[in-house]
């Protein structure tokens, strides 16, 4: 009789974790209440190695998420997940890929580790308030070496870059060249830092706050004499230059 209800046991034990192990993805997401603003749509998979067609976070659509959930680090209280999204090579396409780590009971911790994430620029600009438009293309590329996020900024290490930088001129796009910036974080914001050497002379300093809906930029520029006439006055409308040929703006 004990052996036949150890038996017993050890199949109920074997079902659950074999109904753990294969539990559709589709039917753990549906069934939490997630932000208003994302909307997942195709989920496939288990939930520990599945799919989503496609998440919209903010009225941004990211195609093609894939995810694998270590179970492991679940034992220690963690939420560590390797995702990969879109394709890095559609310029006109959100991407990133990396591991993602965070508590399970405290959504606002977030640890990157060796993340990559692209950004179409037109996509970008169309969010930030320019003192006049700019029909821009190319894409943004942060390589984020490490990040802990908990509800502030407390460790950023990463680059950023703006690739084929090209705006559209009254005779064609213009090539901006390359702009590359410095990752961190500032009194618990994010914070970017440009420098030169850039067509744009371009030097400048960034802060995000840690919700995101608020940020401040501050510096200068001196278009380089190999830029169409235009560039130097489209620079003008910044206002004027200093004794040094610079324009400050801030935003």
Known sequence: MKVRIGGL??????????????LPASQVINRINLPANIKIYGISGTIWNGRAQQIEVNQL??????????PLA???????????????????????????????????????SNFELYLPVDTVLARVPLPLPVNASGRFKATIAQLDY????????????WLN???????GPIDFGSYTAQLGCTEGNFAIEVSEPN???????????ALFNQF?????FKPDDT?????????RLFGQPNNQGYTTFEL
């Open 150 to 161: 908990n509800e502030r900024c407390n460790t950023l290490e990463g680059q950023g870059s």
């Open 216 to 220: 401040s930029v501050a510096g200068q």
């Open 61 to 70: 659509p990211v195609q093609n998420v894939d995810w694998s959930i270590n």
């Open 199 to 209: 067509k744009l002379g371009l030097s400048m300093q960034a802060e995000v706050n």
């Open 74 to 112: 679940l034992f220690i209280g963690r939420l560590n997940i390797d995702v990969r999204a879109g394709n890095a090579r559609d310029a006109q396409a959100i991407s990133f890929a990396g591991p993602i780590s965070t508590r399970i009971f405290s959504e606002q911790n977030l640890q990157l």
């Open 9 to 22: 046991l050890a199949a109920f034990v074997i079902f659950l974790l074999f109904l753990i192990a294969y």
């Open 165 to 171: 930088a090209t705006v559209a001129g009254t005779k």
């Open 227 to 235: 830029l169409p006439e235009e560039v130097h006055q489209a620079a």
